[in-house]
């Protein structure tokens, strides 16, 4: 099962991910909730987690500047972009997310992007 680190400024949305993923066997090694504090505790994390959940609107760093930060540091985890805002799809691909979604993303969806994903390596 794939290790996730979330980083979203909505804390609801921690729990609901946190617990759909654990459902599915899947473990939360981390949170953030904004961009700032999304590189600062990737750095942190050893091992890396497999999968990203990355928002883009965030306080003092938005996810493409996090994204591109944490691919500075390493590239081994998978970053899977969820915004409300699809018109940063692009920028986001660019900056080196693997995936892009749109908010608000059906639980089945996210569970498939997770596997083809992790089975990607």
Known sequence: MASI?????????????KALFELRGHKVIGCAFDGDEAVQTFLQLNPKPDIIIMDHRMPRMDGISATKMIHEISRKSKIVFISADETVRE???????????????????LFEIITKLTKAG
Not at 95 to 108: C, L, T
């Open 91 to 109: 920028a986001a691909l660019e900056a080196g997310a693997d995936m892009f979604q749109v908010k608000p993303v059906r639980a089945s969806a």
């Open 5 to 17: 680190f979330i980083v979203d400024d909505e804390e609801n949305l921690h729990g609901v991910y």
